[in-house]
């Protein structure tokens, strides 16, 4: 009788077990067929409304290409500058993208499209009903969002040009691009090893392809997808004038093997696609593909493609995308912004990054984007430029590491390509006089670095020379020998700042003579498979000494005046027999590079303020760079390792300033660097820092503070101490215990953990659009406008969301958050708010010491966690929140 009990038990197991997975079965069936639905609608729109009309892109505010509306972050009627102004031409396709929760009106809609998620694509007859509609739409119930589809298209900068400079296939088979990220020698080493590799399909979301061409035999898995108003139905061919999409699609094939194939989605033309439209051919992609390339970016955060790329994500399906090509600063293009997304940027000839780059500190990692050889219609090839062909390149990479472990992770992917990549720099916007290409430096903007194909898999690294010179100080001419251990190997090197290729490096027979600062590059080339090592590089630079009779000095050691021709002087520590301790204010305005002996303990007063010649001091010695030192100077580096002390205004306004060497500086006075050039500072033993020290400073991307506990408030008018630094994303000031006004205004940090801060002023955070995570359990009061921004900011459903932890705040004042979307606030001695997050269904946790709160929240829905029978829950209770009970 058990032993039957145990069966039938085992057989009903078995039976939930099936049902459970034909439940899930049916239900993953069933999304399917929505989302399939939701695709077919969307295509049979573009095709019914789309085709008889000639969209424009506007062509002077790229910022308009697609833009966005979050109904639930409306602004406030009375701020004038609040909303967004359309004219009639952005609701040319006259259909709107709606998120809703329920049931709506759709005010006059001809035809209505769901199936993914809660999103509705509504078709209007005319632009003008679909302005109308928008305008309704703002404030109807069960509506989350409204956004336009807008008309998008790729970056001026990926012109296509009418008559392009055809290149030959072989030029092509052997682009330079493949040499620099290894790809070539990978792909010769897997048609010879015995190593078992999966099909993979990259599905190419674009204009389509000419699968017709000699470069994709074989190589193309045929879609029969667009969603275009052009070309004809089912087919996804690329036409003869933009053909984006072909050119996109032979880099992946040029950087993988034949087992890697491209599956392309023809979404539009080069002049006019829609949001809704790449939408549809993403979803579509994820069907089918393994890995997804868009060499599309919108300059707007469109909240469809965002969830599609989140689809992807869970599918572990990774989605390469470009980060832009306008050049500027955005933080929000889509999809190259999504966090799940790996966002490509470009490289040059030289392995620099490219300047056409949208910068942005989501980028990953960055590929070849400049020159390169693509396919286009008519079995011809050419040379094209954009992050439309950096981002297939890293795409193909992803595909072989999928292919040889396909158990891999979205985010396994992305580790592997950023730990395996080659640092990538940037040019300095300031050259220096002694050459260019001589200053390039990494940035936190522009990924990790650039991706290697064979360190990905493992490879064997090749053998790397090694330069005999090092980056510091020489006295006198110099001889540069390079070695290396690989006799097969050939060494290649340039002392201009450019790449070392073959075509323009001279080969190293001999050693070489270096006269002046010269930055020398060098690779081990092997000819037998034209491989290329890791590049290795130096710049040292050379300084000479002079005779005494240069040199006026007085009888306690003061130099008054050097009177030499030496440019890069290396200053000896005694002259005519007198020890130098100092030296004059312009007396080395002839100088281009400085050595100070150690016997010399400041930067005097004023000493290079103003100065266009130098660029470098470096003193042992010096112990305080006094004021105004260096400002308004066309100073870029110093290097003072004993420095205690840096004076107000030392380096003010200096435009090429880029770091300084200051290991023990104590005190930073106020704007001691502002309205400067400099791009990190590292400052470890750095224990005060005036207001206004940073201010204003555009490169800023980094500081290290780690001792610094205290930010000195100055009398008078002040920059806050990293205001308007808008490209820092990185500080660590652990120990820091106040920051002043405006402190952090207008930067891109994404994280506030100071756990020992006790006071803030007002607007300390004012401005900050990427901040997410605020940790600040010692903070009493929060000010007005702490956390706020101006009026007109726009905020959307996928601006960044904000989370909160004040364990010891008391007291909140007016206005202290702003509109900003804020998810989450955790108080644990809140006695009275003056304001509280504008955010609907914000979860605020509410203490038993909570007493009055003097703003009307009504209507913001906040989950409210609290002790039963405190003023928490009959302030919750009267304001229409939700109430739930914790213990406290």
Same mark, same amino acid.
């Given at each position: 009788?058990?032993?039957?009990?145990?069966?039938?038990?085992?057989?009903?197991?078995?039976?939930?077990?099936?049902?459970?997975?034909?439940?899930?079965?049916?239900?993953?069936?069933?999304?399917?067929?929505?989302?399939?639905?939701?695709?077919?609608?969307?295509?049979?729109?573009?095709?019914?409304?789309?085709?008889?009309?000639?969209?424009?892109?506007?062509?002077?505010?790229?910022?308009?290409?697609?833009?966005?509306?979050?109904?639930?972050?409306?602004?406030?009627?009375?701020?004038?500058?609040?909303?967004?102004?359309?004219?009639?031409?952005?609701?040319?396709?006259?259909?709107?993208?709606?998120?809703?929760?329920?049931?709506?009106?759709?005010?006059?809609?001809?035809?209505?499209?769901?199936?993914?998620?809660?999103?509705?694509?509504?078709?209007?007859?005319?632009?003008?009903?679909?302005?109308?509609?928008?305008?309704?739409?703002?404030?109807?119930?069960?509506?989350?969002?409204?956004?336009?589809?807008?008309?998008?298209?790729?970056?001026?900068?990926?012109?296509?040009?009418?008559?392009?400079?055809?290149?030959?296939?072989?030029?092509?088979?052997?682009?330079?691009?493949?040499?620099?990220?290894?790809?070539?020698?990978?792909?010769?080493?897997?048609?010879?090893?015995?190593?078992?590799?999966?099909?993979?399909?990259?599905?190419?979301?674009?204009?389509?392809?000419?699968?017709?061409?000699?470069?994709?035999?074989?190589?193309?898995?045929?879609?029969?997808?667009?969603?275009?108003?052009?070309?004809?139905?089912?087919?996804?061919?690329?036409?003869?004038?933009?053909?984006?999409?072909?050119?996109?699609?032979?880099?992946?094939?040029?950087?993988?093997?034949?087992?890697?194939?491209?599956?392309?989605?023809?979404?539009?033309?080069?002049?006019?696609?829609?949001?809704?439209?790449?939408?549809?051919?993403?979803?579509?992609?994820?069907?089918?593909?393994?890995?997804?390339?868009?060499?599309?970016?919108?300059?707007?955060?469109?909240?469809?493609?965002?969830?599609?790329?989140?689809?992807?994500?869970?599918?572990?399906?990774?989605?390469?995308?470009?980060?832009?090509?306008?050049?500027?600063?955005?933080?929000?293009?889509?999809?190259?912004?999504?966090?799940?997304?790996?966002?490509?940027?470009?490289?040059?000839?030289?392995?620099?990054?490219?300047?056409?780059?949208?910068?942005?500190?989501?980028?990953?990692?960055?590929?070849?984007?400049?020159?390169?050889?693509?396919?286009?219609?008519?079995?011809?090839?050419?040379?094209?430029?954009?992050?439309?062909?950096?981002?297939?390149?890293?795409?193909?990479?992803?595909?072989?590491?999928?292919?040889?472990?396909?158990?891999?992770?979205?985010?396994?992917?992305?580790?592997?390509?950023?730990?395996?990549?080659?640092?990538?720099?940037?040019?300095?916007?300031?050259?220096?006089?002694?050459?260019?290409?001589?200053?390039?430096?990494?940035?936190?903007?522009?990924?990790?670095?650039?991706?290697?194909?064979?360190?990905?898999?493992?490879?064997?690294?090749?053998?790397?020379?090694?330069?005999?010179?090092?980056?510091?100080?020489?006295?006198?001419?110099?001889?540069?020998?390079?070695?290396?251990?690989?006799?097969?190997?050939?060494?290649?090197?340039?002392?201009?700042?450019?790449?070392?290729?073959?075509?323009?490096?001279?080969?190293?027979?001999?050693?070489?003579?270096?006269?002046?600062?010269?930055?020398?590059?060098?690779?081990?080339?092997?000819?037998?498979?034209?491989?290329?090592?890791?590049?290795?590089?130096?710049?040292?630079?050379?300084?000479?000494?002079?005779?005494?009779?240069?040199?006026?000095?007085?009888?306690?050691?003061?130099?008054?005046?050097?009177?030499?021709?030496?440019?890069?002087?290396?200053?000896?520590?005694?002259?005519?027999?007198?020890?130098?301790?100092?030296?004059?204010?312009?007396?080395?305005?002839?100088?281009?590079?400085?050595?100070?002996?150690?016997? $010399?303990?400041? *930067?005097?007063?004023? #000493? @290079? =303020?103003?100065?266009? &010649? +130098?660029? %470098?001091?470096?003193? /042992?010695?010096?112990?305080?760079?006094?004021?105004?030192?260096?400002?308004?100077?066309?100073?870029?580096?110093?290097?003072?390792?004993?420095?205690?002390?840096?004076?107000?205004?030392?380096?003010?306004?200096?435009?090429?300033?880029?770091?300084?060497?200051?290991?023990? $500086?104590?005190? *930073?006075?106020?704007? #001691? @660097? =502002?309205?400067?050039? &400099? +791009?990190? %500072?590292?400052?470890? /033993?750095?224990?005060?820092?005036?207001?206004?020290?940073?201010?204003?400073?555009?490169?800023?991307?980094?500081?290290?503070?780690?001792?610094?506990?205290?930010?000195?408030?100055?009398?008078?008018?002040?920059?806050?101490?990293?205001?308007?630094?808008?490209?820092?994303?990185?500080?660590?000031?652990?120990?820091?215990?106040?920051?002043?006004?405006?402190?952090?205004?207008?930067?891109?940090?994404?994280?506030?953990?100071?756990?020992?801060?006790?006071?803030?002023?007002?607007?300390?955070?004012?401005?900050?659009?990427?901040?997410?995570?605020?940790?600040?359990?010692?903070?009493?009061?929060?000010?007005?406008?702490?956390?706020?921004?101006?009026?007109?900011?726009?905020?959307?459903?996928?601006?960044?969301?904000?989370?909160?932890?004040?364990?010891?705040?008391?007291?909140?004042?007016?206005?202290?958050?702003?509109?900003?979307?804020?998810?989450?606030?955790?108080?644990?001695?809140?006695?009275?708010?003056?304001?509280?997050?504008?955010?609907?269904?914000?979860?605020?946790?509410?203490?038993?010491?909570?007493?009055?709160?003097?703003?009307?929240?009504?209507?913001?829905?906040?989950?409210?966690?609290?002790?039963?029978?405190?003023?928490?829950?009959?302030?919750?209770?009267?304001?229409?929140?939700?109430?739930?009970?914790?213990?406290?």
């Amino acid at each position: 009788m058990r032993k039957f009990i145990c069966v039938l038990l085992s057989f009903v197991t078995v039976l939930s077990w099936f049902a459970a997975s034909f439940t899930a079965l049916a239900l993953e069936s069933q999304e399917s067929n929505n989302i399939n639905g939701f695709i077919d609608g969307i295509t049979e729109l573009v095709q019914a409304y789309d085709s008889d009309k000639e969209f424009t892109v506007p062509e002077n505010d790229e910022s308009k290409q697609i833009q966005s509306f979050s109904a639930e972050s409306t602004v406030d009627e009375t701020d004038n500058n609040a909303e967004q102004e359309y004219t009639l031409q952005d609701f040319q396709t006259a259909r709107l993208i709606v998120r809703a929760n329920g049931n709506f009106n759709p005010y006059g809609a001809l035809e209505e499209v769901s199936g993914f998620e809660d999103f509705h694509i509504l078709q209007y007859e005319s632009p003008e009903a679909a302005m109308e509609a928008y305008e309704n739409l703002q404030v109807e119930k069960n509506i989350t969002e409204v956004d336009l589809d807008l008309v998008c298209a790729y970056s001026g900068y990926e012109s296509t040009p009418e008559n392009p400079d055809i290149i030959s296939k072989d030029e092509f088979l052997n682009d330079w691009s493949r040499d620099r990220t290894q790809s070539k020698r990978l792909q010769e080493y897997l048609a010879e090893a015995d190593i078992p590799m999966k099909e993979i399909i990259v599905g190419v979301v674009d204009s389509g392809i000419d699968y017709t061409h000699e470069i994709f035999e074989g190589r193309v898995e045929r879609t029969y997808f667009n969603v275009s108003s052009s070309g004809n139905a089912d087919d996804e061919m690329d036409n003869e004038i933009s053909y984006h999409g072909t050119t996109v699609s032979s880099v992946i094939v040029n950087n993988s093997p034949k087992n890697v194939k491209v599956a392309v989605y023809k979404v539009g033309d080069n002049d006019s696609m829609t949001v809704t439209a790449i939408g549809a051919g993403l979803l579509a992609a994820i069907e089918k593909c393994d890995v997804i390339n868009t060499s599309l970016s919108s300059l707007s955060d469109i909240s469809l493609i965002t969830e599609i790329v989140l689809k992807a994500y869970s599918k572990n399906i990774p989605v390469f995308a470009a980060v832009g090509n306008s050049s500027f600063t955005e933080t929000s293009p889509v999809p190259a912004n999504v966090p799940e997304c790996i966002a490509v940027s470009a490289t040059d000839f030289n392995n620099t990054i490219a300047f056409m780059n949208t910068k942005t500190p989501n980028s990953d990692v960055s590929a070849p984007g400049e020159n390169v050889a693509v396919a286009i219609p008519g079995d011809r090839y050419v040379r094209f430029s954009g992050t439309s062909y950096s981002t297939p390149c890293a795409a193909a990479l992803g595909a072989i590491l999928k292919s040889v472990t396909p158990e891999i992770t979205v985010d396994e992917i992305d580790a592997q390509l950023k730990e395996t990549s080659f640092d990538a720099k940037r040019y300095n916007e300031r050259q220096s006089s002694q050459g260019g290409f001589m200053d390039n430096y990494h940035s936190l903007w522009d990924g990790v670095g650039m991706i290697q194909f064979c360190n990905a898999l493992g490879l064997e690294k090749l053998t790397v020379p090694e330069i005999h010179l090092e980056d510091k100080v020489y006295i006198g001419e110099q001889t540069c020998t390079i070695t290396c251990p690989d006799e097969k190997a050939i060494v290649l090197y340039t002392t201009d700042g450019t790449y070392p290729a073959f075509e323009n490096a001279d080969v190293y027979t001999e050693p070489f003579q270096i006269t002046q600062r010269t930055r020398i590059r060098a690779v081990a080339y092997y000819a037998d498979g034209g491989y290329y090592s890791d590049e290795v590089e130096t710049t040292p630079r050379i300084q000479y000494t002079d005779s005494d009779e240069n040199f006026a000095i007085s009888n306690d050691g003061i130099i008054t005046k050097y009177n030499g021709n030496i440019s890069d002087l290396y200053v000896p520590e005694t002259i005519n027999g007198i020890t130098v301790t100092g030296f004059d204010k312009g007396a080395f305005n002839t100088v281009i590079g400085l050595t100070l002996p150690k016997t $010399v303990t400041e *930067i005097p007063a004023s #000493a @290079f =303020s103003t100065n266009s &010649i +130098i660029e %470098f001091v470096r003193g /042992e010695g010096i112990v305080t760079v006094k004021s105004s030192a260096f400002s308004q100077s066309n100073i870029m580096y110093v290097e003072f390792p004993a420095a205690e002390y840096i004076q107000a205004y030392a380096f003010y306004a200096a435009s090429k300033f880029c770091s300084g060497y200051f290991p023990n $500086v104590e005190i *930073i006075e106020g704007d #001691a @660097f =502002s309205y400067s050039r &400099i +791009i990190s %500072f590292y400052g470890p /033993e750095v224990q005060e820092i005036d207001d206004g020290a940073f201010g204003q400073c555009s490169r800023l991307e980094k500081v290290y503070f780690p001792q610094c506990t205290i930010i000195n408030v100055l009398w008078g008018p002040a920059n806050g101490v990293f205001d308007s630094c808008s490209r820092l994303v990185s500080v660590e000031m652990p120990l820091i215990t106040n920051l002043t006004f405006a402190a952090f205004n207008n930067t891109s940090i994404s994280k506030a953990d100071f756990p020992f801060i006790k006071t803030i002023e007002e607007k300390a955070f004012y401005n900050c659009f990427e901040l997410e995570y605020i940790n600040m359990t010692a903070l009493l009061t929060v000010p007005k406008q702490a956390f706020g921004s101006d009026s007109f900011s726009l905020f959307n459903k996928y601006t960044k969301l904000r989370s909160f932890r004040l364990d010891s705040v008391t007291q909140i004042e007016q206005d202290a958050f702003g509109k900003h979307p804020t998810v989450r606030i955790e108080l644990s001695h809140l006695e009275s708010a003056k304001s509280l997050p504008q955010t609907e269904g914000c979860i605020i946790t509410m203490p038993s010491t909570f007493k009055e709160c003097t703003e009307d929240t009504v209507g913001r829905n906040y989950k409210v966690y609290g002790t039963k029978g405190t003023y928490a829950e009959e302030w919750a209770n009267a304001n229409g929140h939700e109430f739930i009970e914790i213990s406290q």
